[in-house]
């Protein structure tokens, strides 16, 4: 695929803006494979020993089966983060399609993953973007992408992703690290 220096020069912007080491310039979620689960909604504070922050999800739009979330960090000087986010189903599982919606001039939004697992006391968010699930999409050429440095940034469409996200994203290798939450407020 070729691409302008314009559009090369947006991928860079995209990275810088974006919050993981897989991004991608299109949406995982479609109307077909987007879900809504309304007991993720609510306040859920971390529950690891070393996180001391807080999510807040909201249903920003049920029709749309769209999140409102904002991620506050335990410690005082760091900045809230404020994402839009939409679950989609790749097999059996969730992901969360996460975009950072700060307003960035000049920068493409990267949406970065994260598997959802429910849990006994909870639900633990996995980031999908370990160096051997961004190994298969690079230098196995897995899905199609551009390289921003030394890492890939996918510009694959939401089907294709979908269907290798299924085969190799849900696999243990594919989780960069987790993060438990426990709730505090909601349903």
Same mark, same amino acid.
């Given at each position: 695929?070729?691409? &302008?220096?314009?559009?090369l $020069?947006?991928?860079?912007?995209?990275w @810088? %803006?974006?919050? =993981?080491?897989? @991004?991608?310039?299109?949406p995982?979620?479609?109307a077909?494979?987007?879900?809504?689960?309304? &007991? @993720?909604?609510?306040?859920?504070?971390?529950?690891?020993?070393?996180?001391?922050?807080?999510? /807040? +999800?909201r249903?920003?739009?049920v029709?749309?089966?769209?999140?409102? +979330?904002?991620? +506050?960090? $335990?410690?005082?000087?760091?900045?809230?983060?404020? /994402?839009?986010?939409?679950?989609?189903?790749?097999?059996?599982?969730?992901?969360f399609?996460?975009?950072?919606t700060?307003?960035?001039?000049?920068?493409?939004?990267?949406?970065?993953?994260?598997?959802?697992?429910?849990?006994?006391?909870g639900?633990?968010?996995?980031?999908?973007?370990?160096?051997?699930?961004?190994?298969?999409?690079?230098?196995?050429?897995? @899905?199609a992408h551009?390289?921003? =440095?030394?890492?890939?940034? +996918?510009?694959? $469409? &939401?089907?294709?992703?979908?269907a290798? /996200?299924?085969? %190799?994203?849900?696999?243990?290798?594919?989780? &960069?690290?987790s /993060?438990?939450?426990?709730?505090?407020?909601?349903?």
């Amino acid at each position: 695929m070729r691409f &302008s220096w314009l559009a090369l $020069g947006l991928m860079g912007m995209l990275w @810088l %803006a974006g919050c =993981g080491d897989l @991004l991608s310039v299109h949406p995982l979620a479609t109307a077909e494979t987007t879900v809504f689960d309304a &007991s @993720l909604t609510g306040e859920w504070a971390c529950a690891d020993k070393d996180c001391k922050g807080t999510a /807040l +999800i909201r249903a920003a739009s049920v029709e749309k089966k769209e999140y409102d +979330i904002v991620w +506050i960090p $335990g410690d005082a000087d760091e900045e809230a983060l404020r /994402l839009k986010g939409k679950l989609v189903k790749v097999g059996e599982r969730v992901v969360f399609d996460l975009v950072s919606t700060k307003k960035q001039e000049l920068a493409v939004a990267g949406h970065f993953f994260m598997l959802v697992e429910k849990t006994s006391d909870g639900v633990k968010f996995h980031w999908l973007d370990s160096e051997w699930l961004r190994n298969r999409v690079a230098w196995q050429n897995a @899905l199609a992408h551009t390289m921003v =440095g030394d890492k890939p940034v +996918i510009t694959a $469409g &939401s089907a294709e992703m979908n269907a290798f /996200l299924a085969k %190799a994203g849900l696999d243990g290798k594919a989780v &960069s690290d987790s /993060l438990a939450f426990r709730r505090v407020k909601g349903q």
